[in-house]
Nanobody, 126 residues
């Protein structure tokens, strides 16, 4: 059974930073692309960033490009999202996701991800 557990969310002032972590179990982590998606209150879930199984391909939403960095540590079965220069519009529940199939490069489409965590709340105050 696959488990993804996010941590690192919280309350931060605009301009601040947070690092989200997502630990995975139940899959051969190094074979799967990983992603971070987010959902603000009253809005649909949206793509934030993904990283390929090999770690050398990353995709970012335009809204976070240049401010967020996704990375992975296969030895720790963990994917990270470093968030800098946070804005109030970044406030959302952030979800970690693992690709539905192994050995993919990742994409912005949530449909390509088959496993999801429970989410962690990020709140950015102005």
């Amino acid at each position: 059974q696959v488990h993804l557990v996010e941590s690192g969310g919280g309350l931060v002032q605009a301009g601040g930073s947070l690092r989200l972590s997502c630990g995975a179990s139940g899959i051969t982590f190094s074979r799967y692309a990983m992603g971070w998606f987010r959902q603000a209150a009253g809005k649909e879930r949206e793509f934030a960033a993904t990283i390929s199984w090999s770690g050398d391909i990353t995709y970012y939403a335009d809204s976070v490009k240049g401010r967020f960095t996704i990375s992975r540590d296969n030895a720790k079965n963990t994917v990270y999202l470093q968030m800098n220069s946070l804005k109030p519009e970044d406030t959302a529940v952030y979800y970690c996701a693992a690709a539905a199939r192994a050995f993919t490069s990742g994409s912005h489409a949530a449909a390509n991800f088959g496993f999801w965590g429970q989410g962690t709340q990020v709140t950015v105050s102005s």
